[in-house]
C-alpha cells in the first residue's frame, strides 16, 4: 500500500501512525509554522483550529445557498451544539452492545 517507506506502528509519531501519512501536506506546514515550544502543541492548535472553523464554512456555505441570515446562523449553532447525530440519539451509542447480546444472533456471529 505505501510502497516508499516501512509503514508500520511508530512510537515516536502521533497515535503510532506515520504523519505523513495520514494528513494533507499543508497540514504539515501550519504545524511547523505554529510559533509554539513542542510540536504536540501545535498539532492540537492545527487539529482544534480546523475544527473550530467548519461551523464558520458552515455559515458561509449557507449564506451562498439561502437568502437571509437566520437559517446560515441557525445551521452553524446547531452543528457546534451537535456534531453527529450520535449525540441526539442516545440509544445509538448502545446499539452495537445490545445487538451483540442478542441471543440468536450472538452465536450467528461467532467465527
Partial sequence: MFRDGSWG???LEYGGAPLHYLYPPIFHVLVGAMPVRSIGLAFHLVTGIGY????????????QLFEGRLLPVFVAIVYSVF?????VFATWGNLAIRISTRPGLRDACRL
Avoid at 473550530?52 to 449564506?63: D, E, F, H, Q, T
Avoid at 456534531?83 to 449525540?87: K, L, R
Fill in 52 to 63: 473550530a472553523l467548519v461551523p464558520v464554512a458552515l455559515y458561509v456555505l449557507a449564506r
Fill in 83 to 87: 456534531p453527529a447525530p450520535v449525540y
Fill in 9 to 11: 506502528w511508530n512510537p
